[in-house]
């Protein structure tokens, strides 16, 4: 069969952006140990908090200070771990290793794909936190005397680094682990599938179901606070433009509002609209902040903005690792406290919202190589942070400076305040407040509708197709996600959440050093096939030793020049390639190897293919398949045919793509030759896996017989696989 190589070929997958399935999917099906012991414990836990708010605060608040007070070390320690573990995989060899097949290219060109990252930086907490954090940090600084100049200095910066880069290195970390596993290792899209290395088949059991129960309520609970923020920032909004109250009542039909848009989406299918309309929310954010930009101080902004990046770079191995050991902090806000309500929350809401963003980031990058996806996601969304951030931020501190001694007090003592605040001192600000307010409803609608999309993915039974969970499900998980926020809020408003995401990001944690054990095994992997490369004897020399054999300098150059059409290709495939295969299975055969021959047509084009596959105990299986490749014909090729506008190649496939090796002008004896050679390659491979086999998922994943140009899979799973869940 033949697959287009190019970047923008055929996906039998769904829109990754999209918030819902391809008509052409079924949906999956509910994995109900997973469903209903999560929805059973989020309930459980919804009615305690509505029968016994006093207790369920005490509880809440005093294992968040205990975690403070005994733990805070931990989480600090955990997120420098991933920090530097995904740069080095980023700057290493395997950095090249793709998040898919070998010859799989990007769906997205690089603006596009910049453009998804750049979107995926901005939400409605940036909004709350991007006057409340300067806010906090300049009056009650955790190390530097309040209001100094370097409490001034450290308030932006401090912000940006909660927003930062430790945690997109927890998103990139998520997204390869999802990626490399489902495209390039052919496991289905799931957190238990990057956890192969590491439970083997026992991911089909308790232990992925133990998994997949903690990634969910770790995400039920990070989408629920930041629910919770876009709702008492909301509100305050509202009230500022329609004199509405700021009480339960109008919060609770905020919430109601988000459940019944996620209702109405999921019914009516259009979800695609409302992504639309969060990409024109970029453009606004972008516009209310030039707005402050050009309206404002512009000098003065634009000089700290300098220098908060200097400061940024230069202070960050520090600040990674701080834990304030030898700080007291400010006078009423002891460090400790401060650790507990600033780094500790957002490492632990990062840990949660890992799931939710890592598999969207997983999906529009498939393709990408590790280093390409490692360093655009933690640069180009941190990028726009560190513009709004130091921006906004300094924005308020130049305000607050300039005599309205109560705005940061404000900003601290009611954190939703401080963004309408701002922009009502500015030209416009009755317009700035309700671009604003919208912008910030938009935000929020479609973190609970995407929120609900992932948790009923996350609660379904996965496959290889990405297919969603049923739109019910959906629906359920809206309804559960809006009664959380609810309960929460009205036990202390937005610090509740922040204190029960502490929590949650505990049990979660051990998930993150899993996947980084999983996704070092994996890398290891990659690491000794590429040796194995190396030290094998090259890919087919052409000839097996009689200098007939041999092609002539013509000859190769005349194999060059050449753009073969598709009977060609066919023809090599049909009369040398596949008696050449068949004649290695019949001698490994001979010996004792468990071979597995195939031939067919390829369902899309016709063109033929030949397979051959050689089965191991607890090792990788190897896999020659020779199959026909389609090219654009270059603009250079002599004597081009205008209709013309493509050729053939036949090339070499293994479990992981093909690397471009094309083999139509080999004779039998050179085909021969170089299933030989590949054979010995890998053969070589498993020596270096050693006593422990090189199968490192240890669970049964099919490589697939049809390929397509972005390296998405035709094949099912495997009879085994298909009941896993």
Known sequence: MAYLAKSHSRDTSEDPTSTGPSDEFKHSTVNKPVFFTAAGLIIAFVLWAWLAPGQAETVIFGSMNWIAANLGWYYILTAGIIVLFVIIIALSRVGDTRLGPDHSRPKYRMFTWASMLFAAGIGVDLMFFSIAGPA??????????????????????????????????????????????????????????????????????????????????????????????????????????????????????????????????????????????????????????????????????????????????????????????????????????????????????????????????????????????????????????????????????????????????????????????????????????????????????????????????????????????????????????????????FIDGVYTLQAAAVLIGLPFSVVMYLLMASVLKALRAETRSLDSRLQSVALASRGTGSGTDQLSWQERLAGRMAFPGPEQARSFVETTGTPAVETVALELRNLGADVSLSKGESAEDGMPFVDLTIKFPEQEDFKYQLCPVVHATPTWAPKQDEEEESYHTVEVFTARGTRGVNVMDFTEDQVIADVVSSYETHLTYMAMGGTAGTSFTGVEAEAPTEWDGTGTVDSELTENDTNSN
């Open 136 to 489: 906090t940090n300049y009056l009650t600084p955790p190390e530097a005397e309040p209001l100094s100049d370097e409490a001034a200095r450290m308030a932006a910066i401090w912000t940006m680094f909660h927003y930062g880069i430790p945690g997109w290195a927890m998103y990139a970390l998520m997204g390869v682990a999802l990626g490399l596993f489902a495209y390039r290792y052919h496991l289905p899209l799931s957190i238990r599938s990057a956890l192969a290395p590491i439970f083997g088949k026992r991911i089909r059991g308790a232990t992925g179901n133990a998994v997949d129960i903690t990634a969910t309520l770790g995400t039920i609970f990070g989408i629920a606070t930041s629910l919770g923020i876009g709702v008492v920032f909301l509100n305050y909004g509202l009230s500022e433009l329609f004199g509405l109250p700021t009480n339960a009542a109008v919060q609770v039909a905020l919430i109601a509002l988000s459940v019944l848009i996620t209702i109405f989406s999921t019914v009516s299918g259009v979800d695609k609209g409302i992504r639309r309309l969060s990409e024109l929310n970029v453009l606004l954010a972008l516009g209310l902040l030039l707005w402050i930009l050009v309206t404002g101080k512009t000098a003065e902004l634009l000089g700290q903005l300098v220098q908060n990046v200097g400061d940024f770079f230069s202070r960050f191995p520090g600040m990674l690792l701080n834990n304030f050991a030898y700080t007291d902090g400010a006078p009423g806000y002891p460090t400790e406290q401060w650790l507990g309500d600033w780094t500790l929350f957002f490492w632990a809401w990062w840990m949660a919202w890992a799931p939710f963003v890592g598999l969207f980031l997983a999906r529009i990058s498939r393709g990408r190589t590790l280093r390409e996806f490692i360093f655009g996601v933690l640069i180009i969304p941190f990028g726009f942070i560190l513009l709004f951030v130091s921006i906004f931020g300094n924005a308020a501190l130049s305000h607050f400076q300039a005599g309205d001694d109560a705005f940061l007090q404000e900003a601290v003592d009611l954190p939703e305040s401080g963004f309408f605040n701002l922009l009502s001192q500015y030209p416009g600000g009755t317009v700035l407040i309700a671009v604003a307010v919208f912008v910030g409803m938009l935000f929020y609608i479609t973190s609970a509708d995407s929120g609900s999309l992932v948790m009923a993915n996350m609660s379904s039974k996965a496959s290889l197709r990405d297919s969603d969970g049923a739109p019910w499900l959906r629906i359920v998980w809206a309804v559960i996600t809006g009664a959380l926020t609810l309960v929460m809020l």
